[in-house]
């Protein structure tokens, strides 16, 4: 009993240790992966200040282009009208005025055709005139942007004037495109891996989306769902892009800071899913070499209450054959088949048993019979068969079934003190006969009822704590059935029940 109250102070001193060690660990490595967590916080806070102030560039800079355009388009416009004062002017000094502005014009492309489209002059156009003679085709569709001005050149002859954007006008929508698909570019690649989303300002359409984990993706299928989802960890940013308008930046923490935040759980749970197969391991070993010490001990055992008792019974024999009586050779008798049964449980116990059907009603009237007459006559033993059966077959071992129901008798009398009520009640069900052994001792406390199958556990002084270990093996590994504390009260008795199956 020492030897399972030292094992049990030493397994709290372990648990206590690797609680310390978890502790100690857990702490440290949260505080290392806090401060990586805490340099990544401030690359994503960096990265969400960078996109600010890019779109805030962006706007600035489109605002800038917005407004060359608009200068640009005002100059297209006055030309147009220039061409349409000098078509319909009779005042000298206007034609000189509308002249001079035609011919400072060096950047807005213009078309001067009759009114079959044949081409009569061309300035800042980007096409050879030798070659190109009738306005048509893709040139045709480049200089219908804009209404053609007509005007009567001579008399009864009306000629036309096709113009549209100037090339910097053109180069500045092309900047301002670049610059938006651009600026989308560094916000999705980002070198902080932040997943991004950029929708419209309807939430409607993804415009653009990096880093974003593909199951994220499967997870919330419709644009708004996964937006709302960005939300609830970061608060999107509100940029405006020529293309698209208003737009929304959605984003939340890199994959890195998200897997920061659930390494220590993680660590924690492989150290001790190594220390649990570690565990189980070694509890095998120790359990397979315990298995080989009782094979060689029981081995042992019978080999040793062989020979003297071959013995004995020869002696008997000889005794017989003189015919000699005396009162005692019949108890002599029963006691040397009693040490035949003991060597051949021990016999039996160190190899693999036959399992033979028996009655388990006879087995259990056997024993009692048995043992009432080597036990107190204060003790009074009782069988309340349930099943209502005559008989009870089941596949066992007659030996070793017995020595498992003698060794919970001797117990239950020595917990009772030689004075109370022994009781076995057999019951059934279609897979297995139950048998509930019960005394009026004095009780195993809850915290036992485990160790009690122990070996080496004893509550005697003189006791080895080797008889319940063995009913527990008998039972459970030869039988593949189950023994076990039932109930147990101070001063109120146990219980312990044994499950064997039928079939």
């Given at each position: 009993?020492?030897?399972?109250a ?10 206590l240790?690797?609680f310390?060690?978890f ?5 440290y ?7 990586v967590r805490?340099e990544e ?5 960096l ?12 706007s600035?800079t489109e ?5 060359i355009?608009?200068e ?6 006055l030309?147009?009208g220039?061409?349409r ?5 009779e005042d000298?000094a206007d ?8 011919e ?6 213009v078309?001067l ?9 061309a ?8 070659k190109v003679?009738?306005l ?5 569709e ?7 001005i007509?005007?009567e ?5 009306t000629?036309?004037?096709?113009y549209?954007?100037s090339?910097?006008f ?7 495109n ?7 570019d560094?916000?999705?690649?980002n070198s902080a ?5 950029i929708?419209?300002s309807?939430?409607?359409r ?6 974003i ?8 299928p419709?644009v708004e ?5 960005l939300?609830?960890?970061?608060e ?12 929304y930046v959605?984003?939340?923490d ?21 220390l649990?197969v570690?565990?189980?391991l ?11 010490v009782?094979v060689?001990m029981?081995?042992e ?6 020979t003297?008792?071959s ?13 000699v ?22 016999s ?12 388990v009603?006879?087995i259990?009237?056997?024993?009692l019979e048995y ?7 204060k ?5 309340d ?20 129901i003698?060794?919970?008798?001797k117990?239950a009398v ?20 139950i ?7 004095k ?11 122990q ?11 080797l008889?319940?270990?063995?009913a ?5 590994d030869y039988?593949k059935?189950?023994i ?14 044994v ?5």
């Open positions: 009993m020492e030897l399972y030292r094992k049990r102070r030493w397994k709290w001193l372990l648990l240790a690797a310390m060690i502790g100690g660990t857990f702490i490595t949260s505080h290392l992966v806090e401060k805490t916080q401030k690359n994503l806070r990265w969400v200040d960078a996109v600010n102030r890019k779109a805030q560039m962006v600035y605002s800038f282009f917005r407004q355009k608009e640009e388009r005002r100059r297209v416009e030309l147009a220039a061409y004062r000098l078509a319909t002017s000298m034609l000189t005025f509308f002249l001079d502005m035609i400072k014009n060096k950047t807005i492309p078309v055709t009759d009114s079959h489209r044949n081409i009569q002059g300035a800042n156009v980007d096409f050879d005139l030798k003679k009738r048509e085709g893709e040139i045709l480049q200089f219908s942007k804009y209404p053609p007509p005007f050149y001579l008399k009864g002859r000629h036309y004037l096709y549209t954007d090339r910097l053109s180069e500045l929508q092309e900047v301002l670049d610059l938006d698909r651009s600026f989308i560094e916000v999705v690649v891996s932040v997943p991004v989303l929708t419209d309807l939430r409607s993804i415009l653009a989306q990096g880093n984990d593909s199951v994220l993706l499967r997870q919330y419709s769902a996964l937006t709302d989802f939300k609830s960890e970061n999107p940013i509100r940029i405006t892009l020529s293309q698209y308008g208003t737009c959605f984003y939340r890199s994959y890195l800071l998200t897997q920061l935040r659930y390494f220590p759980f993680v660590q924690l749970g492989i150290i001790g899913l190594f649990m570690a565990y189980f070694f509890s095998t070993a120790r359990r397979s070499e315990q298995n080989q009782w060689g029981a081995r055992t019978a080999h040793q209450l062989g003297p008792m013995s004995l019974m020869a002696w008997m024999e000889l005794l017989k054959m003189e015919e009586q005396h009162p005692a050779i019949p108890e002599i008798e029963k006691d040397i088949r009693r040490l035949e049964t003991i060597t051949e449980r021990f039996k116990i160190g190899s693999k048993p036959q399992l033979e059907n028996n009655d009603l006879k259990i009237n056997d024993s043992l009432k007459t080597r036990t107190s006559r003790v009074q033993y009782l069988v068969n349930k099943t209502g059966k005559n008989s009870l077959p089941i596949p066992c071992n007659v030996h070793l079934l017995e020595w498992v003698e060794n919970l008798i117990n020595d917990a009772m003190g030689g004075i109370g009520t022994f009781t076995v009640v057999i019951q059934e069900d279609p897979k297995h006969i048998l509930d052994f019960t005394d009026t001792g009780g195993i406390p809850r915290s036992k009822h485990k160790t009690i199958f070996p080496g556990y004893t509550s005697k002084k003189r006791g080895w704590g008889g319940l270990s063995l527990r093996r008998i039972v459970n039988h059935g189950r076990f504390v039932k109930n147990s009260q101070p001063g109120v008795g146990t219980t312990i029940r499950i064997l199956k039928k079939d």
